[in-house]
């Protein structure tokens, strides 16, 4: 075996690991979203590759895994924000808009109302 090839055997072992792992914990767990991730090979890649080093190119930072549950993480952000942006849109903006209206709004009915004890209320209701 040539060294040169080390790196394309170490990322066929992680890729079937990888999916072997996947497809066991998603008999377990169905509607789950699995990623199996391996720092090592992930730092390894980050880190980069100097001309003296006596080991093999490390394997591809998307092989590791990370970069996929970065990306995951993110849009379940984004969903949050998304969903959070919508009820503002639909809800919180209407009633400010109805709360602005009532007050900007001419009175079109006026009633008092007398409690008994001496108490009056002078109620003005807007159109």
Do not use: W
């Not at 509607?31 to 080991?55: E, I, M």
């Amino acid at each position: 075996m040539v060294v040169a090839d080390m790196p394309r055997l170490t990322e066929v072992h992680v890729k079937e690991r990888n999916k072997r792992v996947g497809d066991a914990c998603l008999a377990f767990f169905k509607p789950a979203s699995v990623f199996c991730v391996s720092s090592k090979h992930y730092r390894a890649n980050a880190a980069g590759y100097t001309l003296n080093q006596d080991d093999p190119f490390p394997i591809g930072a998307d092989i590791s895994g990370i970069p996929a549950l970065k990306r995951y993480v993110a849009n379940l952000a984004a969903s949050r924000r998304q969903q959070d942006l919508l009820h503002y849109v639909e809800t919180t903006i209407p009633n400010l808009l109805n709360s602005l209206e009532m007050v900007c709004s001419e009175p079109t009915a006026t009633s008092f109302i007398t409690i008994p004890g001496g108490l009056e209320m002078h109620l003005e209701v807007g159109a």
